[in-house]
């Protein structure tokens, strides 16, 4: 097991991150204080669950352009059932929840049984919910948050925040889910050799619906965690989150064609980005350079990824065998939790 860890695609990312992150604390104090470290840790508990709902789409061998539109569109479904409908925030959230089910499930029907593109579908149902949540709210903003989500948001112990609990809580289940039950190693094989997986009996059509009704629940996670931090719900929550869902990812070693994804490598690269977007702060940087530094993460990930793919190959000839840019040993597809 700890072999394992020690050979993850993110572990030389996270260690040259630590590194760093103790020479800052010695040359910026302000960097290493409790406060600072709550700063990332928060930033990162919400980009983890973004980065999973984008994780869950990939391992299946599909994208999801509409993670954004479905967490402004839950944003603004927790804010006008509490602040309009006056709905106990508890009902509120479950029903923010729901909504973000549905349009995940919508998309996974869409795609799974009309054969139309992932990325078209999503593109046009993102834009789709995010027209409804301007419309809704007029462009206005509900200020009104329950003190409930506040806490869950803005809460915290020394430097850990409350909301980093309900992200190791999705990432142990979503990464769980993938490795150990059914329906997870599902995904994966579909993703990992989509037509090798239906001649084994394994239903495409499922595997995609499953994929995308997760994502847009996780998805609604996000948004629901968004609100608490951000203390408003405003429309414009997921205008900025696609770079985000794509970026942590495959930085933390989710395979772009399927078949291979890690959830703490989600919860890994969330950290790194949140750590190296607050050093750009601390130092004064302009912050348009975590979009650079972001962009340079994910090609290094991917050049990484398929060097390991050359190197590996010529000793994994005998056990394992690569389909559709999974890897897969003794026909089990790859999933770390």
Known sequence: MMGKLLRAQWMPLLGAIAVAGVVLSFTNKEFGTAFNVYTILQTAAVDAVIGLS??????????????GGIGGLVTIAVGNLFSVQHWPIGAA???????????????????????????????????AFTGISYGVTSTIPYSNVSSVLVTLGQGRVS???YALIVTIAATVLIG?????????REVLAVGGNREAAVLSGLSRQRATLIAHTVSGLLAAVAAVMYVGVLQSATPATGSDWLIVSFAVPIIGGTALVGGEASASGCFVAAIVLAAINDALIVLNINTDAVELAEGLLIFAAV?????????????????TRRGGGATETSGAPAATT
Not at 97 to 116: E, F, K, P, R, W
Request: contains cysteine.
């Open 54 to 67: 984008q994780m869950v789409v990939l391992s299946v061998g599909d994208l999801s352009l509409a993670v």
């Open 93 to 127: 959230i479950v029903g923010a929840l729901l909504i973000g089910l549905v349009c995940g499930l919508l998309n996974g029907i869409i795609i799974a049984y009309t054969g139309i593109s992932g990325f078209i579908v999503t593109l046009a149902t993102g834009t």
């Open 159 to 161: 430097f850990f925040p």
């Open 176 to 184: 769980g889910a993938l490795r150990f039950l059914p329906i997870g």
């Open 303 to 319: 050049l990484a990824g398929r060097l390991g793919q050359v190197v590996l190959r010529p000793g994994q000839a005998s056990g």
